[in-house]
């Protein structure tokens, strides 16, 4: 069984975190107590990998990721007075300053404080911050392949708020559903929307296997938008594999060939189990295995097709032939 200690970030006191323009040390980054951010959840976030390459460190899908930064400031009317292009050179700074432990980046803009605690929040000053930490494998369960439970807690649905948007306060809901499976002894957590129709992991995009086609629900179920979503997707029609978007239901997920998380953090991760029932017959299942090996290959810079998704922090000097 999990429990907190196993799962998780960690972070450097001795790390620099980017606040507001300027590189500082993670002591001096402080946030007011008044913060909107701090007592409403009012904010937005991002989580990206860096990967070795043969030609150095390198952020993955980095403009993608930032591009979906911006676009949940706007659904959440943050004031981000950064362009794109600024912002991802603010994050390789961050990862060349913080060494090569640094593996997951995590940018993050909030309302800071007004004076007040009203619900209108007017006036509002916006912060924008992006910091590292060493993360290493996520879901860190001991057997291959994650187990899932399905939560009893439902996703909220599209007329609540944003879904596509990365929402700090829309995470409650997600780490309420990440506890309960683990107190289980699962890893992790299936979340079902409104209508009992598959949503998402606790912090996952799923997808599921069956008859030769890869099936996972639509923006409408729910779900986030999710990068390395898109990156599996992209990565399957290169195998000639079909993929189709539906509503999915909690059977249907019993019954498939193969089930498999994606997600900045997860990567591309097999589930072995639901509410204790095997899934498939092997673990991680072949279309599973050929899609996280892709993945990997993606990720370090070795598909040629998706040169773009790889943003270089620092290269290696080259060689020096021998005399």
């Not at 060493?134 to 599209?158: C, D, F, Q």
């Not at 179920?221 to 999710?226: A, F, K, N, P, R």
Request: glycine share 8%; net charge negative; charged share 25%.
């Amino acid at each position: 069984m999990l429990d907190d200690s196993s799962v998780g970030m960690k972070m450097d006191k001795k790390e620099k975190v980017w606040l507001d323009g300027r590189l500082i040390g993670i002591d001096e980054a402080k946030v007011s107590i008044l913060s909107y951010g701090l007592h409403y959840g009012w904010g937005i976030y991002e989580g990206l990998r860096a990967y070795d390459t043969n030609k150095g460190r390198a952020v993955f899908r980095l403009k993608d990721h930032m591009a979906r930064f911006l676009d949940s400031a706007r659904f959440m009317q943050l004031d981000v007075p950064y362009s794109i292009d600024e912002l991802c050179d603010a994050v390789k700074e961050v990862c060349r300053s913080n060494g090569p432990q640094a593996d997951y980046v995590r940018p993050l803009a909030y309302y800071g404080e007004n004076g007040e605690l009203g619900l209108s929040a007017v006036n509002v000053p916006t912060h924008v911050a992006i910091m590292t930490i060493h993360m290493g494998a996520y879901i860190r369960g001991g057997a291959p392949g994650a187990s899932l439970v399905t939560s009893s807690w439902e996703k909220p649905s599209n007329r609540a708020t944003s879904l596509t948007a990365k929402v700090c306060g829309n995470y409650v809901n997600s780490i309420l559903a990440k506890k309960e499976a683990m107190r289980q002894g699962a890893d992790e957590a299936l979340m079902l929307n409104h209508s009992g129709s598959v949503a998402e992991a606790s912090a996952e995009n799923v997808f599921m296997v069956r008859h030769g086609k890869i099936i996972t629900p639509g923006l409408a179920e729910g779900i986030l938008e999710g990068v390395t979503r898109d990156t599996v997707m992209q990565l399957a029609r290169e195998l000639d594999i079909e993929v189709v978007e539906r509503n999915i239901t909690r059977g249907e997920l019993i019954i498939a060939d193969e089930v498999f998380l994606t997600g900045t953090a997860a990567e591309l991760h097999p589930v072995r189990s639901l509410d204790g029932i095997p899934i498939g017959k092997d673990v991680p299942g072949p279309v599973t295995a050929r899609l996280r090996d892709m993945y990997a290959k993606a990720t370090c810079g070795e598909m040629t097709q998706f040169s773009d998704w790889v943003d270089l922090i620092d290269e290696k000097p080259a060689r020096r032939r021998k005399k």
